[in-house]
């Protein structure tokens, strides 16, 4: 009936009994001197008689009831506590779950708080985390960023670009360097011939410096025959010079022909040599004609080399600006920082008289409950950037002798806190036994004791045996 979620499992749950048993619930209330009349079935809103086609008109409507730029179901949640957990803490109206901006700027509303300064806090909270994002960003790009690297990728691209410039193409460049390799396929062949016809003259002119008949003294061969002519006769001793005369002839057959074999192969070698010459000298062109030259393959290659390089140093280049742009965006969020805890500074003196005034108002109200130890509301402005809250709002109550009921009573006395400072934005108070549970009867007793002088309207649920016993 005042708006909460319709997509919540007890609204939905809810939604299914109204249908199932044909129920319209009915709310009457007066706001501003004006009655209103809610009707609501399972699936149909009517206000004043007028059905509202969706959900969201009604909560536009429930809105347009407070002078708040909360929406009613926020504010309402202040006053009126319905969830189980919302009775752990007197700041969690709603629910411990809620998140911390939202409950501390809720609060600090109803407290007559600056919010000003709670706003700005939540926008650095998130520069903050920036900040720590960008410390381990710095840390990487530092990392990252090596000026030796760097100067060493410079001189190398020097250098491939005063090669690429006086670089000249030869469009036969592969045809020549076939060439200049067949000619030196050509040319160590004839090397080896060379080296073969040479070994040639070794081999002949050994045989001309060993091949010579054995000198041999025919006069004594002669006299040793004419001692024994009585056994040999003179056609023996005629036919040892006809053998003389014979190995004389053949070693001079065979020096004359080495002489001659020698000359042909000289005479060959110096052919060999000249065609040598011609095609060292040719290759030894080519590959002067290449030296300065080379393939379209290698210019392309040289290339690709120069554009690797280039996009490495523009890499290094984006690190570099990007830890620039880092640093003073680090600077910037710490001076915004330290500008914005200095002025919290005087904040804190603006808002003591405001902070004292509230601890007085919760002081007074505590007093009705607890006349030796009266209770006490602590107010601290937080600059620390570990939560997006700007103040710390703390009920206390300092009574050793009875910690049975003390939380509850924190929770009662800040609610009628609350209600003191806003009395007119809803107006009124609900809570339910679980806030009575825990607190002895005198003290229930001295609380419809206060609603009942304080509150235009109290709203609450107590077990009927408290309830007695409370009178």
């Given at each position: 009936m005042?708006?909460?979620?319709s997509?919540?499992k007890?609204?939905?749950?809810?939604?299914?009994?109204?249908?199932?048993?044909n129920?319209?619930l009915?709310?009457?209330?007066?706001?501003?001197n004006?009655?209103?009349?809610?009707?609501?079935?399972?699936?149909e809103?009517?206000v004043?008689?007028?059905k509202?086609?969706?959900?969201?008109?009604y909560?536009?409507?429930?809105?347009?009831?407070?002078?708040?730029?909360?929406?009613f179901?926020?504010?309402?949640?202040?006053?009126?506590?319905?969830?189980?957990?919302?009775y752990?803490?007197?700041?969690?109206?709603?629910t411990?779950?809620?998140?911390a901006?939202q409950?501390n700027?809720?609060?600090?509303?109803?407290?007559?708080?600056?919010?000003t300064?709670?706003?700005?806090?939540?926008?650095?909270?998130?520069?903050?985390?920036?900040l720590?994002?960008?410390?381990?960003?710095?840390?990487?790009?530092?990392k990252?960023?090596?000026?030796e690297?760097e100067?060493?990728?410079?001189?190398?691209?020097r250098e491939?670009?005063?090669?690429?410039?006086?670089f000249?193409?030869?469009?036969?460049?592969?045809?020549?360097?076939?060439?200049?390799?067949?000619?030196?396929?050509?040319i160590?062949?004839?090397r080896?011939?060379?080296?073969?016809?040479?070994?040639?003259?070794?081999n002949k002119?050994?045989?001309?410096?060993?091949?010579h008949?054995?000198?041999i003294?025919?006069?004594?061969?002669?006299?040793?025959?004419?001692?024994?002519?009585f056994?040999?006769?003179?056609?023996v001793?005629?036919h040892i010079?006809?053998?003389q005369?014979f190995?004389?002839t053949?070693?001079?057959n065979?020096?004359?022909?080495?002489?001659k074999?020698?000359?042909?192969?000289?005479?060959?070698?110096?052919?060999?040599?000249?065609?040598?010459?011609?095609?060292?000298k040719?290759?030894?062109?080519?590959?002067?004609?290449?030296e300065n030259?080379?393939?379209?393959?290698?210019?392309?290659?040289?290339?690709r080399?120069?554009?690797?390089?280039?996009e490495?140093?523009?890499?290094?280049?984006?690190d570099e600006k990007?830890?620039?742009?880092?640093?003073?965006?680090?600077a910037?969020?710490?001076?915004?920082?330290?500008q914005?805890?200095?002025?919290?500074?005087?904040?804190?003196?603006d808002?003591?008289?405001?902070?004292?005034?509230?601890?007085?108002?919760?002081?007074?109200?505590?007093?009705e409950?607890?006349?030796?130890?009266?209770?006490?509301?602590h107010?601290?402005?937080?600059?620390?950037?570990?939560?997006?809250?700007?103040?710390?709002?703390?009920?206390?109550?300092?009574?050793?002798?009875?910690?049975?009921?003390?939380?509850?009573?924190k929770?009662?006395?800040?609610?009628?806190l609350?209600?003191?400072l806003?009395?007119?934005?809803?107006?009124?108070v609900g809570?339910d036994?679980r806030?009575?549970?825990?607190?002895?009867?005198?003290?229930?007793?001295?609380?419809?004791?206060y609603?009942?002088?304080?509150l235009?309207?109290?709203?609450?649920?107590?077990?009927?045996?408290?309830?007695?016993e409370?009178?």
């Amino acid at each position: 009936m005042l708006g909460k979620n319709s997509t919540s499992k007890e609204v939905k749950k809810l939604k299914e009994v109204m249908k199932k048993e044909n129920i319209t619930l009915s709310l009457a209330f007066e706001h501003d001197n004006k009655i209103y009349n809610i009707d609501r079935n399972h699936n149909e809103i009517f206000v004043n008689g007028k059905k509202l086609k969706k959900d969201s008109e009604y909560l536009n409507f429930l809105d347009s009831l407070i002078d708040s730029k909360y929406s009613f179901r926020n504010i309402f949640g202040r006053f009126f506590r319905t969830n189980k957990d919302s009775y752990i803490e007197a700041t969690s109206q709603v629910t411990t779950k809620e998140k911390a901006y939202q409950n501390n700027l809720i609060n600090a509303s109803l407290l007559g708080l600056n919010l000003t300064f709670l706003e700005k806090k939540k926008e650095l909270k998130v520069k903050s985390d920036r900040l720590k994002l960008l410390i381990t960003e710095l840390k990487e790009l530092q990392k990252n960023i090596d000026k030796e690297k760097e100067f060493e990728l410079l001189e190398r691209l020097r250098e491939i670009s005063e090669h690429l410039d006086r670089f000249e193409i030869a469009q036969d460049f592969n045809d020549l360097k076939n060439e200049a390799d067949i000619l030196t396929i050509q040319i160590q062949k004839i090397r080896n011939d060379i080296a073969y016809n040479n070994r040639l003259i070794r081999n002949k002119q050994m045989i001309i410096d060993t091949n010579h008949q054995v000198d041999i003294d025919v006069n004594k061969l002669k006299n040793m025959y004419a001692e024994a002519s009585f056994f040999l006769g003179a056609e023996v001793l005629n036919h040892i010079e006809s053998v003389q005369d014979f190995h004389n002839t053949l070693f001079k057959n065979r020096k004359d022909r080495a002489i001659k074999d020698i000359s042909l192969l000289e005479t060959n070698i110096k052919s060999i040599e000249k065609r040598l010459f011609d095609l060292d000298k040719r290759r030894s062109d080519i590959l002067k004609y290449l030296e300065n030259r080379g393939a379209l393959e290698e210019y392309h290659s040289l290339n690709r080399e120069k554009d690797n390089i280039k996009e490495k140093l523009e890499q290094i280049q984006r690190d570099e600006k990007s830890l620039n742009r880092y640093k003073k965006e680090q600077a910037d969020i710490k001076l915004e920082i330290d500008q914005f805890k200095r002025k919290l500074i005087d904040l804190e003196s603006d808002l003591k008289d405001k902070i004292q005034f509230l601890g007085k108002s919760f002081r007074e109200i505590s007093e009705e409950f607890y006349n030796d130890k009266p209770g006490f509301l602590h107010v601290e402005i937080l600059e620390k950037f570990n939560t997006e809250k700007l103040y710390k709002i703390e009920p206390k109550i300092d009574n050793e002798n009875s910690s049975d009921g003390i939380n509850e009573m924190k929770i009662f006395i800040y609610d009628m806190l609350l209600y003191k400072l806003n009395p007119t934005l809803i107006g009124l108070v609900g809570h339910d036994n679980r806030l009575f549970d825990m607190v002895d009867e005198r003290q229930i007793g001295y609380t419809f004791d206060y609603v009942h002088k304080n509150l235009s309207q109290y709203i609450c649920s107590v077990s009927d045996t408290k309830f007695k016993e409370a009178k």
